[in-house]
């Protein structure tokens, strides 16, 4: 909506825990292993994420005592339990031996017997539900990590030749009462390949697991009751916004709080409201409450005396006109959104150009939820070089909206028409930023993707735009009351706005100062001219904008 220039799863649990030393840990049969996974997926069966997990019983946390990457996920307490995680898309065609490296704790009240692990895969959209077999503990070193081979069937093997969209691993743990932890990591479940690069990121954030991001001071927040607002809570956590699981500088965070409790910022750079935090620059955020909280509009439990992570999973396309990143919360079912909206991305960057008769650079099109725009005000930005940047809100808008794509494309077809404008604007002196919003509203409505409603004719102070445009004080209201005029007079046509984007001229005013003869005549020219010679003049006159009483008289008021 703004135009910025700028020169499977494997199932485990639910109680999480804190890790304080880190520690690589030795692994006296752990081989190295690499994936053609994507990044989500890497992340969440080489355990660098919690995010998704669930267990029958016990308490999970994530170990920076691990066999590779940052972290290993830790079970205690647990005797028996079924650990599992949402299941994955994976292209790739799963080994003829999967395997998955165990820690076993020195902690062993049975000196007979250390327990077993199980392993079973699931892809139900290619009839696969197999158990892949039982391997015993006992006689495994204590205090180390062990690569845990499993055999794969050939008639899975076939089914899985080409990967599924529903993978899930079970891993079922069965260990005497009063062992554990047990630390598990590197689910190695495909054939080796390059490491995955991380996802790009909208141009406000960028990762943050190296300095000088991740050696900057954390944003601080206490959760108080109104009655104490300088209260000092006991319970922390700290939350850890991340992208596939690498950490990310800044986050918008809404809070589902207690009635009765406010938030206090203690320190660090961050804006706060009655119940959110957004920041851009830090490694965290420390939230102290002994109140019980929610995070982000998927309600995250925070895990107190611990790391909270607050993930989002990516999906990059590529095609010759647009590359799309899209971000989804794991715990929100987008269905085939990031694809969708991949392809009428395109679609509307190919009608738009057409209409126009402009091209822009090949577009980056980054589509996220609230917690990722919001950290940029609305989030919907055009940056001029072919990045875009789009918000499609939270659950609650989206369903209003009627699903994601009709959240999104009609701030994607405004943004992209931002990058089209871009070609042209040097058409134009002074402030031109009320008529580009109003030009990309009117080409996103023409082109069909921009509701009406947001288009006119009440704007966004509530006033009407067929009374005029001199009241208005708002840019895109400004701007679409220009427009709005000219639809009313049957005049907003595909050849008008192919004319809007070839001018003839050069103009010098200023497009928000509406109630002036400089701006008055300069559009009754532009339009005109725009329209084929079309009569612009009762449409100035609607606008109830100051003019030269005619195209002839504007041009000679111009000196044109």
């Known amino acids: 909506m703004r135009y910025l220039i700028a020169p499977a799863a494997v199932w485990v649990g639910v109680l999480l825990s804190a890790c304080s030393a880190e520690e690589a840990a030795s692994c006296d049969d752990c081989g190295e292993a690499a994936s053609a996974l994507s990044a989500g997926a890497a992340a969440a069966l080489g355990f660098e994420t919690l995010s998704g997990w669930t267990a029958s019983a016990g308490a999970l946390s994530l170990s920076a005592t691990r066999s590779e990457g940052e972290s290993a996920l830790s079970v205690a307490n647990a005797t028996y339990t079924v650990i599992q995680r949402a299941p994955l898309a994976i292209d790739e065609p799963i080994k003829g031996a999967v395997s998955l490296d165990v820690r076993v704790p020195a902690q062993q009240p049975n000196p007979w017997w250390a327990g077993e692990i199980s392993l079973a895969v699931q892809a139900p959209s290619k009839g696969v539900s197999q158990s892949l077999g039982t391997r015993s503990l006992t006689g495994l070193a204590q205090g180390t990590f062990h690569r845990l081979s499993f055999s794969v069937p050939s008639a899975v093997q076939q089914a899985l030749s080409a990967g599924a969209s529903d993978w899930s691993f079970t891993i079922t743990l069965n260990v005497p009462s009063g062992s554990g932890p047990h630390?598990?990591?590197?689910?190695?479940?495909?054939?080796?390949?390059?490491?995955?690069?991380?996802?790009?990121?909208?141009?406000?954030?960028?990762?943050?697991?190296?300095?000088?991001?991740?050696?900057?001071?954390?944003?601080?927040?206490?959760?108080?009751?109104?009655?104490?607002?300088?209260?000092?809570?006991?319970?922390?956590?700290?939350?850890?916004?991340?992208?596939?699981?690498?950490?990310?500088?800044?986050?918008?965070?809404?809070?589902?709080?207690?009635?009765?409790?406010?938030?206090?910022?203690?320190?660090?750079?961050?804006?706060?409201?009655?119940?959110?935090?957004?920041?851009?620059?830090?490694?965290?955020?420390?939230?102290?409450?002994?109140?019980?909280?929610?995070?982000?509009?998927?309600?995250?439990?925070?895990?107190?005396?611990?790391?909270?992570?607050?993930?989002?999973?990516?999906?990059?396309?590529?095609?010759?006109?647009?590359?799309?990143?899209?971000?989804?919360?794991?715990?929100?079912?987008?269905?085939?959104?990031?694809?969708?909206?991949?392809?009428?991305?395109?679609?509307?960057?190919?009608?738009?150009?057409?209409?126009?008769?402009?091209?822009?650079?090949?577009?980056?099109?980054?589509?996220?939820?609230?917690?990722?725009?919001?950290?940029?005000?609305?989030?919907?930005?055009?940056?001029?070089?072919?990045?875009?940047?789009?918000?499609?809100?939270?659950?609650?808008?989206?369903?209003?909206?009627?699903?994601?794509?009709?959240?999104?494309?009609?701030?994607?077809?405004?943004?992209?028409?931002?990058?089209?404008y871009n070609e042209i604007r040097s058409s134009f002196l002074g402030d031109d930023s009320c008529l580009n919003e109003g030009i990309a509203d009117a080409l996103a409505y023409l082109t069909g993707y921009l509701p009406v409603e947001d288009f006119g004719p009440i704007g966004l102070t509530g006033i009407d735009f067929d009374t005029g445009c001199t009241e208005l004080t708002r840019t895109h209201d400004i701007g679409n009351c220009y427009f709005w005029h000219v639809k009313n007079a049957g005049l907003l046509t595909e050849s008008f706005m192919h004319g809007i984007f070839h001018p003839q001229h050069q103009y010098g005013f200023n497009s928000c100062t509406q109630n002036v003869a400089q701006t008055g005549n300069s559009i009754l020219v532009y339009f005109t001219e725009a329209a084929g010679g079309a009569d612009m003049v009762p449409v100035l006159d609607a606008m109830e904008i100051p003019h030269a009483g005619s195209y002839a008289a504007a041009k000679l008021a111009l000196g044109l």
């Open 183 to 420: 630390l598990l990591d590197r689910l190695d479940v495909v054939d080796a390949a390059p490491p995955v690069a991380a996802a790009p990121l909208p141009p406000w954030l960028e990762y943050c697991d190296t300095a000088p991001c991740a050696a900057a001071a954390p944003v601080v927040i206490h959760v108080c009751p109104e009655s104490n607002p300088l209260c000092t809570p006991t319970r922390q956590t700290t939350v850890v916004p991340n992208v596939d699981g690498k950490p990310i500088s800044g986050v918008y965070l809404p809070m589902t709080l207690p009635a009765g409790a406010v938030l206090r910022h203690v320190s660090g750079s961050a804006s706060v409201s009655y119940n959110t935090v957004s920041y851009s620059y830090a490694p965290g955020l420390v939230l102290r409450s002994d109140l019980d909280v929610l995070l982000s509009y998927y309600d995250v439990a925070p895990v107190w005396s611990g790391t909270t992570p607050v993930t989002f999973e990516s999906t990059q396309l590529t095609s010759a006109t647009v590359d799309s990143v899209f971000y989804r919360h794991p715990s929100y079912g987008t269905g085939t959104a990031a694809a969708d909206l991949h392809a009428q991305g395109q679609d509307a960057v190919a009608i738009e150009r057409a209409m126009t008769g402009v091209t822009s650079e090949k577009l980056s099109a980054f589509f996220m939820p609230s917690e990722l725009g919001g950290v940029q005000g609305e989030g919907n930005w055009s940056f001029g070089d072919g990045t875009v940047t789009i918000n499609y809100g939270n659950p609650p808008f989206i369903a209003y909206k009627g699903g994601i794509p009709n959240a999104a494309m009609p701030r994607f077809a405004h943004e992209n028409a931002h990058e089209l």
